[in-house]
């Protein structure tokens, strides 16, 4: 049982900023893969981060889908993320996090959240701008 990915999603889904923060070490590390100008250090970061998600999406919910201990100190959480911005607008990302775990608290992620796209290319749009530019 990953231990951490549900820590994150019952102080996720009580909106509770200092449990949330406190599953970070002071030092964590942030990777965005898709989105290196995204990566970041700190746990304070990780406060600004969520302290505008919760204002953002008052009604902010998180479902962890899957989670699994992949490796010593490594758990791997599936995430659906779902709620209402402040002006109506539907909020929607899901994907995978995989993060290390230290002293009980999250070292080191690689996020591969995206937001959920609403209308967009099918599967061979997307295949024909995707891998055969031009073409």
Not at 8 to 22: E, P, Q, T
């Amino acid at each position: 049982m990953a231990e951490m990915m549900n820590r994150l999603r019952s102080a996720m889904n009580a909106h509770d900023l200092d449990a949330f923060v406190a599953c970070f070490a002071a030092d964590y590390e942030s990777r965005q893969p898709a989105h290196p100008n995204r990566d970041f250090h700190g746990s304070d970061q990780v406060r600004r981060n969520w302290e505008g998600v919760f204002a953002g999406v008052p009604d902010f919910a998180a479902e962890l889908v899957l989670s699994v201990v992949a490796d010593e100190g490594v758990e791997v959480g599936e995430w659906r993320w779902r709620g209402t911005h402040t002006d109506g607008s539907p909020f929607g990302m899901c994907g995978v996090i995989v993060a290390g775990v230290h002293d009980d608290r999250i070292a080191w992620a690689r996020l591969y959240m995206e937001p959920v796209e609403q209308g967009g290319a099918d599967i061979d749009e997307m295949v024909q701008e995707t891998y055969r530019p031009g073409g």
